[in-house]
């Protein structure tokens, strides 16, 4: 039982690590001086999101198709290739923009959010595809990555969208 739950945090990590950001935040939110403010609520929400599931996330996407290719392309159902590393070094990028935008302004969350959402969604859409004609089921293609893959952008871009909403009204009632 504790080896298969191992194997499942390990293998469904973009699972993971949307689960320890929102924990993160809940913590942050459970110790943060009272009243608090829903923009306050949004702001830790968001900043332990880009945190764990940019930052972390991708950082350990980077280790794992950088270092353990050919377990990860077996993972997925592909053959290993050069490629990998090609993912490694984008996923490299995505968690140093995370990690850099975790606590600052909007536009590097933007960034943080937007570049890391193209390329799950169109991972997505490559998976849908491999599903359709390759009969593709693989745990790294069909399995929770497939819906984390779709879910996490959401996720961040509706955070994102709320936290600017709040911050936008904030400067309205000031005027």
């Excluded at 949004?42 to 599931?53: C, P, Q």
Aim: aromatic content about 16%; overall charge positive; proline content about 3%.
């Amino acid at each position: 039982m504790i080896e298969a739950t191992i194997v499942f945090v390990l293998s469904n990590y973009s699972l993971t690590f949307l689960v320890i950001g929102l924990l993160f935040a809940l913590v942050a939110i459970a110790r943060a001086p009272k009243p608090l403010r829903s923009r306050d609520v949004l702001e830790r929400l968001l900043a332990w999101h880009i945190f764990w599931s940019i930052g972390v996330c991708y950082f350990y996407n980077f280790v794992m198709h950088g270092f353990f290719g050919r377990m990860s392309a077996a993972f997925i159902g592909w053959a290993d290739s050069p490629f990998q590393f090609e993912v490694a070094t984008a996923s490299l990028g995505f968690a140093a923009v995370g990690f850099l935008a975790a606590f600052r302004s909007f536009d590097l969350r933007l960034a943080a959010i937007v570049g890391p959402g193209l390329f799950t969604l169109g991972a997505a859409a490559g998976h849908i595809h491999q599903m359709v004609t390759q009969h593709n089921f693989a745990p790294g293609n069909a399995g929770v990555v497939f819906y984390t893959d779709i879910v996490i952008p959401v996720f961040g871009a509706g955070l994102l969208w709320l936290w600017r909403r709040g911050r936008a009204g904030r400067s309205a009632a000031a005027t």
